[in-house]
T-cell receptor, first 113, second 114 residues
Framework: QKEVEQNSGPLSVPEGAIASLNCTYSDRGSQSFFWYRQYSGKSPELIMS????GDKEDGRFTAQLNKASQYVSLLIRDSQPSDSATYLCAVTSSGGSNYKLTFGKGTLLTVNP | ETGVTQSPTHLIKTRGQQVTLRCSSQ?????VSWYQQALGQGPQFIFQ???????GRGNFPPRFSGLQFPNYSSELNVNALELDDSALYLC?????????????FGNGTRLTVT
């Protein structure tokens, strides 16, 4: 059973701080990695994708991938109260099943004004 | 260009009943994937349809079935509903059955089984 593990949370940070969200995965052959943001009662919204080792920056978001350690993270700089949501890490399965995503349970982030 | 749309938004059913959920794929997309998200959990893959055929299936019993139509819209059918089927059902479309591309979900259907 391929697994994706995330910090159980909840994670609470003050406004303007850096929020760090972590994720590990068990399928060593996974090639694609995604972060989704989900507000309460809403569907997940894609915020970042990363495919190769290293950092990828998009505005206040930075995704980091280390395939050797099977670890992916999301940093949110200058956190805003509107960033308060559950963040889901998702990983594609390897090989012929790479069409399906395996999600972690999510980390609830609260940004305090 | 419209995104993925799902209907209905909310649904309440009784245990043992049957339900059909609908998904219209994004223009130009021939593949639809369905996920179930129980409260407090991440989404779980149910199945994927590519050009009207099931392309892959997760660990869900046969009472979960689907269809894809020539216009690439899709239905998810659940028979003999159980209380544990209460969840948010998510649909996503993609331009092909190969993975790796990001999935963009519709707004979901919230199913409550009583």
């Amino acid at each position: 059973q391929k697994e994706v593990e995330q910090n159980s949370g909840p994670l609470s940070v003050p406004e303007g701080a850096i929020a760090s969200l972590n994720c590990t995965y068990s399928d060593r052959g996974s090639q694609s990695f995604f972060w989704y943001r989900q507000y309460s009662g809403k569907s997940p919204e894609l915020i970042m994708s990363i495919y190769s080792n290293g950092d990828k920056e998009d505005g206040r978001f930075t995704a980091q991938l280390n395939k050797a350690s099977q670890y992916v993270s999301l940093l949110i700089r200058d956190s805003q109260p509107s960033d308060s949501a559950t963040y889901l890490c998702a990983v594609t399965s390897s090989g012929g099943s790479n069409y399906k995503l395996t999600f972690g349970k999510g980390t609830l982030l609260t940004v305090n004004p | 260009e419209t995104g993925v749309t799902q209907s209905p938004t909310h649904l309440i059913k009784t245990r043992g009943q049957q339900v059909t959920l609908r998904c219209s794929s994004q223009s130009g997309h021939n593949t639809v994937s369905w996920y179930q998200q129980a409260l407090g959990q991440g989404p779980q893959f149910i199945f994927q349809y590519y050009r009207e055929e099931e392309n892959g299936r997760g660990n869900f019993p046969p009472r979960f079935s689907g269809l894809q139509f020539p216009n690439y819209s899709s239905e998810l059918n659940v028979n003999a509903l159980e209380l544990d089927d209460s969840a948010l059902y998510l649909c996503a479309s993609s331009p092909g059955r190969q993975g790796g591309s990001p999935l963009h979900f519709g707004n979901g259907t919230r199913l409550t089984v009583t």
